[in-house]
């Protein structure tokens, strides 16, 4: 809308909302009264229809100055566009299924289709009806009764216009066919397709404005007023009775267009009219030839449950230029490109070519969640090198879009990215993910839109095995991962291209390769080969010291990257459970082999206090939960080496946290706690975080390696993932996740509960979180959800930076679109001459004395929209102040409106004050246009003037007494007193029965308030689950 600056939406709540592209928000919004059932945008103004389910066709504009949506007095009620079916104020009226502005007269004409079959022509200018197609044969005979009673004058009749069609459609009973779906089918506007409810799609022809040509073959004076014939019927599944509704319709040129309608060209794409037992299938059609021939059609594979479609032309194309391919939208959420050249060219070849039929393809760009299977968080400073460097090379990145299967050109562009918001950034995030073909994937996660920086691939090994592990060096940028074969890849950051040779790393001895051209960004430094099985955990010093490995068979290696050295390889005595998760922290030694915790430094910022005698420690669990801490420089036990738990469960997670410890306590599932007093006091000391499927808890670190547990919390439901944070005020806490959709937030040292929750409270919708992969930094969570969906959460309440809208792409460009404007403005704003035929003198001089009919240009739009030529049907709440008469006119009875006609009561007239005879008769004032029924008499100028002022029709000045009797008070007249007791009598009665009328209205009130109740609470219930899942 508005040149595409303006995008049009409308909710299930009836709301229509206007977004603006250029500032990402909502516009303007209004609330409409009744249920929306069509709505069109006319392309190149501010304005679209809105039609409902009572069948009137309004006209909203966009104000740019206040960017609001006015509601227009133009409308169009069903009961003028179908006369003779609909009745004004009638409670039946058909709803409004479709609204196509015509082709070639998009300002002045549009096309309405109805819910009971019927597709109307209406000029705006004119304000009638130009043509009606479809309906069954009682409608049209309606139809044609209601036009024979007016004015206008029919060139052809319904009988001409269904002659020599017969065979194409008969109404095979007398049920309503109700259209689900319309689109135009020429280039022209002369040809309409309509898909119905029972599978069937009819093409329909309809008048059009003369051309430039001077042809008026298609105009409404050569065509039936009222047709029940279609120019063509298509049934995708013959001989089925039981088929799917037409759900949606789309046509496309084909680049050679005919004028005539017999002889069609271009697809049609379809979805439905196929046999429900059939596999549902995008059906493409050819509308190339005769109407007598058969068309070919081609079944288009989905990806899945069809959500919608849209067909895209080649940049700068027209409506006669070929689709450069059709764009399918499936659930959940994947979108495919048909090629529109590969499917022409399947129309058209002989059966003994071979036409390649990959003219599938998908989008050219990838989620980071769409083959990932393994994923990690990092926060990096934007002064690091890591961010420096990624940046950098990402900003020069420009990925080529590919070309379709037969040449044609990506036919998609736009987006631009919104660089303002990332100006004051400190800290960026950083989302790694591990493809299950190898590789990773290094991914800018702190705005919304999800930028790839770089791909990183080893280049000495092709390895295609799936990553399972990956650790990266916030501050060198070194980079690891793992994969199930058991390799681990090592990398470094550089910002130049260059020959880096790859050493290969084999028990304690290695062996250099040769030199490989590496790019710029990352380069891959060394290959470890000691592992046999899948890698499991890696980890990386703050310092790029160390780098630990475990697998699956409990093997752990520790190396030393800048020496890419072996230091230590092998596993613990007696344990072979998988490692679940390895941590460094860098400590100062007291005595050897001994740990001091109070003096430990912080393990978040891997900075000790003194540089002096501090060594690297390493911290593993195994999958059974067993906790051992071993020197970092060559893997000896610190301490008397693996504590096993006292109730083994799967480990989850295993991070060091600085707080402020307590006396040992248990807490049982119940929430009571046991606890034994300790002669410790609070103090500040480094502990382990352990999180298990089935208990947490926190383990001090003494000088003999692990200590004993300060608190354990069993827990009421399986844990599926677990991690720690830290806040600004260096208060720690511990986020839980459950197989059954819960969350946590628990306070630490002391496990206490501070936020219960689920995903369908945060998120609105599902998440199961036994398919999902997790990770976090600085209380950042991110939820890869089954590869379909990716999610952000922050545990702090008073992060804001997830939900900035500044970071989102811009995807309208102001200059284009300015450019745009300034184009359609010019074109519009052109009004195009009627053309005349070839004449001789008489008629170049009758021309030039007539004046000229010229198409209303969209700046007449305004004036046109202005006038109110029909009163939108109201439906009014009943009231005994609003009374209908005989023509469903709604009327206000006054006592004042009312007359008494003494002579029809059977009393006799009193003469007044004056000794003229009394005419008094019962009217209710009344001012309409409305032409009176039969046999009610239209009184004249004379006798109102005589009834008004007396027999000789002169305006006089009466008496008091003369009023007095006009309305009943003279004294004498005691029969006209009593005349004007039986009308009140009258009027009691009239009451009562509106009240009655009232009171029914109470009670269908009720049973409208009885009836949402139950909607409500079937929203309830169907409100976890998903659109795709009905």
């Not at 990838?366 to 420096?388: C, G, I, R």
């Not at 390799?487 to 028990?507: G, M, R, Y």
């Not at 978040?604 to 669990?621: F, H």
């Not at 089935?694 to 069993?714: A, C, P």
């Amino acid at each position: 809308m508005n040149y595409g600056r303006q995008l049009v939406n409308v909710t299930t709540q009836n709301d229509i909302e206007v977004w603006n592209l250029g500032k990402l928000e909502v516009a303007s919004s209004v609330k409409w009264e009744h249920d929306i059932t069509a709505i069109a945008v006319l392309q190149g103004t501010n304005y679209m229809y809105v039609g409902d389910d009572v069948g009137t066709v309004s006209v909203l504009q966009l104000d740019e100055s206040s960017n609001e949506l006015i509601k227009l007095p133009y409308c169009i009620p069903a009961y003028v566009t179908l006369g003779g079916l609909v009745k004004s104020g009638s409670h039946c009226a058909p709803s409004v299924v479709g609204i196509l502005p015509q082709l070639n007269a998009a300002f002045s004409r549009l096309v309405i289709a109805y819910g009971n079959g019927l597709l109307v022509l209406w000029d705006l200018n004119e304000t009638k009806v130009l043509a009606i197609r479809g309906g069954i044969e009682s409608q049209r005979k309606r139809l044609a009764g209601h036009e024979q009673n007016s004015d206008r004058r029919r060139t052809s009749t319904e009988k001409s216009g269904d002659s020599g069609s017969k065979s194409e459609v008969e109404d095979e009973d007398d049920e309503e066919r109700e259209i689900c779906s319309i689109c135009w089918a020429c280039q022209n506007g002369s040809v309409v397709a309509a898909g119905y409810v029972d599978g069937d799609v009819l093409l329909w022809t309809i008048p059009s404005p003369a051309n430039e040509g001077g042809s008026s073959d298609l105009t409404e004076s050569n065509l039936p007023f009222i047709s029940g014939a279609p120019l063509r019927k298509i049934d995708l599944a013959p001989g089925k009775s039981m088929k799917m509704p037409v759900i949606l319709l789309k046509w496309c040129a084909s680049g050679k267009g005919g004028k005539d309608p017999k002889d069609l060209t271009g697809q049609l794409f379809v979805y439905g009219g196929s046999d429900l037992n059939a596999t549902p299938a995008l059906t493409a059609l050819s509308l190339h030839g005769e109407v007598s021939e058969k068309l070919k059609q081609l079944e288009l594979p989905l990806q899945g449950p069809f959500a919608d479609a849209v067909t895209l032309s080649r940049p700068g194309g027209t409506l006669s230029t070929r689709v450069a391919g059709i764009l399918v939208l499936t659930s959940p959420g994947l979108l495919h490109m048909y090629d529109g050249a590969g499917i022409v060219a399947r129309f058209f070849s002989s059966p003994e070519e071979s036409v390649n039929q990959a003219f599938l393809q998908t989008l050219p760009w990838e989620t980071p969640f769409k083959d990932a299977v393994v994923s990690q968080l990092f926060m990096v400073s934007t002064d690091s090198l890591t961010a420096k460097v990624l940046l950098q090379l990402s900003s020069g990145n420009k990925y080529p879009l590919p070309t379709l299967g037969f040449g044609t050109k990506w036919p998609i562009t736009g987006g631009i990215e919104n660089t303002s918001s990332n100006a004051n950034m400190k800290q960026r995030l950083l989302l790694v993910t591990g493809r299950n073909r190898g590789g990773i994937q290094v991914w800018d996660a702190f705005t919304p839109p999800m930028k790839l920086l770089c791909i990183v691939n080893s280049q000495t090994t092709k390895s295609l095995s799936p990553v399972s592990a990956i650790a990266l060096c916030e501050r060198s940028g070194l980079l690891a991962y793992g994969d199930q074969e058991g390799k681990v890849f090592i990398f470094k950051l550089s910002t130049e291209a260059q020959e880096v040779p790859c050493k290969i790393i084999s028990d304690t001895s290695g062996c250099i390769g040769e030199p490989v051209n590496c790019a710029a960004g990352y380069q891959c430094i060394a290959e470890l080969r000691t592992h046999q099985a899948a890698i499991t955990s890696i980890t990386i010093s703050s310092d790029s010291g160390r780098l630990a490995v475990g697998d699956k068979n409990g093997m752990i290696s520790i190396l030393d990257p800048a020496n890419l050295s072996l230091l230590f390889s092998g596993c613990w005595p007696g344990y072979s459970s998988c490692i679940a998760r390895l941590r460094f922290s860098t400590t100062l030694v007291q005595e050897e082999n001994a740990v001091d915790s109070s003096a430990s430094a912080d393990p978040n910022s891997g900075e000790p206090k003194s540089s002096a005698n501090a060594i690297t420690v390493l911290y593993a669990v195994n999958e059974e939960a067993t906790v051992a801490v071993m020197n970092g420089s060559n893997g000896d036990f610190i301490g008397p080496g693996p504590k096993q738990p006292v109730t083994p469960s799967q480990a989850l997670c295993l991070d060091l946290v600085d707080v402020s410890t307590t006396a040992p306590s248990v807490e049982g599932t119940a929430g009571q706690e046991s606890s034994t007093q300790s002669s410790d006091a609070h103090h500040r000391s480094s502990c382990i975080f352990l999180g298990t499927r089935d208990w947490i808890q926190i383990v001090s670190i003494s000088s003999q390696g692990i200590g004993n547990s300060v608190r354990e919390v069993k827990l009421e439901r399986p844990c599926c993932w677990a991690s720690t944070f830290e806040t600004s005020n260096h208060a720690f806490g511990a986020v839980l996740v459950y197989q059954s959709g819960h969350l946590e937030i628990r306070s630490l040292p002391d496990l206490r509960i501070l936020v219960e929750t689920t995903f369908a409270q945060c998120l609105g919708w599902e998440i199961e979180p036994s398919h999902a992969i997790f990770s976090s930094a600085n209380a950042r969570i991110t939820a890869i959800n089954e590869g379909r969906e990716l999610v952000h959460l922050s545990v702090l309440a008073e992060d804001t930076d997830l939900s900035m809208p500044d970071s989102l792409p811009r995807i309208f460009d102001k200059d284009l679109g300015a450019a745009a404007a300034a184009a359609m403005k010019y074109t519009t704003s052109l009004p195009r001459k009627k053309p005349a035929a070839s004449q001789g003198l008489l008629g170049v001089i009758k021309s030039t004395l007539e004046p000229e009919n010229a198409v209303h240009p969209a700046d007449q739009l305004s004036k046109l929209f202005s006038s109110q030529p029909f009163t939108a049907p109201v439906n009014q709440p009943s009231d005994l102040s609003v009374k209908t008469d005989s023509l469903g006119i709604d009327v206000d009875l006054e006592i004042d409106d009312i007359l008494i006609d003494l002579g029809e009561m059977g009393v006799s007239s009193s003469p007044s004050a004056s000794g003229e005879p009394s005419t008094n008769k019962i009217v209710l004032h009344r001012v309409t246009e409305t032409t009176p029924p039969k046999g009610k008499e239209v009184m004249s100028e004379e006798t109102t003037r005589s009834q008004l002022f007396g027999d000789d029709g002169k305006p006089r000045q009466r008496t008091t007494d003369e009023i007095k009797a006009r309305y009943g008070y003279a004294p004498k007249a005691v029969d006209a007193t009593n005349a004007a007791a039986m009308a009140r009598d009258k009027l009691m009665e009239r009451g009562e029965k509106l009240q009655s009328l009232n009171d029914k209205t109470e009670e269908m009130t009720l049973g409208a308030e009885n009836f949402a109740s139950l909607a409500e609470q079937l929203a309830k219930k169907y409100e976890k689950r998903k659109w795709w899942e009905f």
